[in-house]
């Protein structure tokens, strides 16, 4: 029995491994607070470590954990809670360098929609196809190519009415 608790824990903890990182970036990009976004995603492992679930394989997971944070961000900005809590530019959710070169498409992705924002996000720093978004998402992949397309040409309006 402990072998088989032994290794439910060394599944758990690849899991965290191997996608809390890209959790926290997700969430910090929908709450724009690190405590916030780090509350989140503790809070998805921690409901998956009380009850554990049985994936597929790995995409399975990612998915689910991709879906579960992005659930938990939108009932975040339905709460009060996060009226109260000092704000973080979604530029901190890249490394320092990085943060200098796109600060003003971050700022100008702020200012999107948030499923416009998710679909940029997955799209091109999660390196996700359309489909692949699509079914992460449960929309259709039309539904997400539309929005896809909808964000890029409203970034290149912000950018291009963008005095510096």
Request: proline share 4%; with cysteine.
């Amino acid at each position: 029995m402990k072998t088989q608790n032994h290794a439910g824990y060394d599944a758990f903890e690849s899991l965290v491994t191997a996608h809390y990182d890209m959790l926290l970036r997700l969430a910090l990009h929908h709450t724009e607070n690190r405590a916030e976004a780090e509350d989140i995603v503790q809070d998805v492992f921690l409901a998956l470590l009380q009850k554990p679930k049985l994936f597929r394989d790995e995409e399975h997971a990612k998915a689910f954990l991709l879906r579960t944070v992005i659930n938990r961000c939108k009932d975040y900005h339905k709460s009060k809670r996060h009226t109260h809590s000092v704000a973080l530019s979604a530029a901190e959710a890249f490394p320092a360098p990085v943060q200098a070169a796109f600060t003003p498409i971050v700022q100008a992705m702020e200012m999107l929609r948030p499923e416009y924002r998710n679909v940029l996000y997955l799209h091109f720093y999660e390196q996700y196809s359309i489909r692949e978004i699509a079914q992460l998402l449960g929309k259709s992949p039309n539904t997400v190519s539309s929005w896809l397309t909808r964000a890029k040409s409203h970034l290149r309006e912000v950018m291009d009415h963008d005095p510096t």
